[in-house]
């Protein structure tokens, strides 16, 4: 069974930080790319950052870069996304997916490129 896990998520103060974890069963877990997508209460899901099966490759939407990192340990099957700095606006459900497309993970950025997504954990950023 093909499965993704997100944990991590809770209540934080503005600026403060937060790491998310995607753990991943089922699939062999180097061949896929991994994205972190986020969706707030009445908006549509968005795009957050990607990263390729090697971890050598990364890409950020412009609101998030400098402050949110993207991360996998490919032993622990695991994926992580580093989020510093928070801002109210990143209050969302935070969704973990796993693409099998072997394309550049910069053009990865609709939630249509990947097949597999974990159940969301909720962000709740407090000013």
């Known amino acids: 069974q093909v499965q993704l896990v997100e944990s991590g998520g809770r209540l934080v103060q503005a600026g403060g930080s937060l790491r998310l974890s995607c753990t991943a069963s089922?699939?062999?877990?180097?061949?896929?790319?991994l994205g972190w997508f986020r969706q707030a209460p009445g908006k549509e899901r968005e795009f957050v950052a990607a990263?390729?099966?090697?971890?050598?490759?990364?890409y950020y939407t412009d609101s998030v870069k400098g402050r949110f990192t993207i991360s996998r340990d490919n032993a622990k099957n695991t994926a992580y996304l580093q989020m510093n700095m928070l801002k109210t606006d990143d209050t969302a459900v935070y969704y973990c997916?796993?693409?099998?497309?072997?394309?550049?993970?910069?053009?990865?950025?609709?939630?249509?490129?990947?097949?597999?997504w974990g159940q969301g954990t909720q962000v709740t950023v407090s000013s």
């Open positions: 089922g699939l062999s877990f180097t061949t896929y790319n």
């Open positions: 997916a796993a693409s099998g497309r072997m394309r550049a993970v910069s053009t990865l950025t609709r939630w249509a490129d990947y097949s597999v």
């Open positions: 990263i390729s099966g090697s971890g050598r490759s990364t």
